[in-house]
């Protein structure tokens, strides 16, 4: 399995005796309000560093302004000589990916590995990314713990990279009880990966006690989140009755889903030919209504 990296985000502010009203119009899509919030702040107080690193974010996402990746980095570099550890996240990592600025892996990593060593989750994440990809035996121990770190703190990502560390053997014992453990933890956190990947392990009692029924409310999950895999996987379940009541449309629907995406099953496209007309037009349209939805859930970016 491949690991991907991170791209940074933005972390839940300390808890303060007063509410943070430019962060809360931030949780509830209201950008601009966000914004303006934090400009306020800002004004009567020129050194709040977390204002700053708010408005960081809204530019680097283009949040109700347009996409501006050389202001977000003016406002996270300020926030940053100010020790934010969001934004020297944040700045290192644009630093990295030379996004609004030049790239420097230099001065990123560094900045990178002084976020990591604060404990920001996300950073000891890419961190860990980036030590695995040397191939290292040395690097993979470090690696290992900086996912400790991020996985402890909630990450998805980080628990089903540890996961994969585990299954594979790499810089780990082999354990497929510590792989299932923090697979179902990525899982629970809505990871998309860790949810197909666990629902496996869950069905075929890999690592964990084997239930069928487990597995396929995960599948259903992933599903219909738009996984071509967790699609395929849920097809053949209907196409067998295993956990779900065998339906030939349903099995159907899943597979033309997941075939939309380029995920071929020469063995569902036989369940296709074998339809009678009316199953496959029910087929068809219920793939049409999951393709569709897939789409309009599909993440963009919010222009409040």
């Known amino acids: 399995m491949v690991l991907v990296a991170l791209m940074p985000s933005f972390a839940l502010p300390a808890a303060a005796a007063e509410p943070d009203l430019a962060y809360g119009a931030y949780q509830a899509g209201h950008y601009r309000r966000a914004q303006s919030e934090a400009l306020q702040r800002l004004e009567a107080d020129p050194k709040d560093a977390a204002a700053m690193t708010l408005l960081g ?50 001065a990123g990593g560094a900045l990178l590995e002084r976020a990591a060593a604060a404990g920001h989750p996300a950073a000891n994440y890419n961190l860990a990314i980036t030590l695995l990809a040397t191939g290292r035996p040395q690097d993979d121990q470090r690696a290992i713990g900086c996912l400790r770190i991020a996985a402890s703190a909630g990450l998805g990502d980080a628990q089903h990279a540890l996961a994969v560390l585990y ?38 009692g890999d690592g964990v006690a084997k239930d069928e029924r487990a597995a396929a409310r995960l599948f259903i999950r992933a599903a219909n989140k738009g996984n071509a895999i967790a699609q395929n996987r849920l097809a053949k379940l209907y196409q067998f009755g295993r956990a779900v009541p065998p339906d030939l449309s349903e099995a159907a629907a899943w597979h033309l889903a997941a075939r939309a995406q380029g995920l071929a099953d020469a063995t569902l496209d036989q369940v296709v030919e074998r339809l009678s007309p009316e199953q496959r037009a029910r087929a068809a349209r219920l793939a049409a209504d999951r393709i569709e939805a897939t789409a309009l859930t599909t993440p963009s970016q919010p222009s409040k």
């Open 57 to 106: 974010e809204i530019y680097r996402q283009g949040l109700g302004v347009r996409i501006d990746p050389k202001a977000a980095v003016d406002w996270y570099r300020l926030a940053a000589d100010k020790g934010d550890i969001n934004a020297i996240f944040a700045l290192g990592m644009a630093m990295l990916e030379g996004r609004g600025v030049p790239r420097d892996a230099k």
């Open 167 to 204: 299954k594979m053997g790499r810089g780990l014992p082999q354990d497929d009880g510590m792989a299932a453990e923090w697979m179902g933890k990525a899982a629970a956190n809505g990871l998309i990966a860790g949810e197909v990947e666990y629902a496996i392990m869950l069905f075929n």
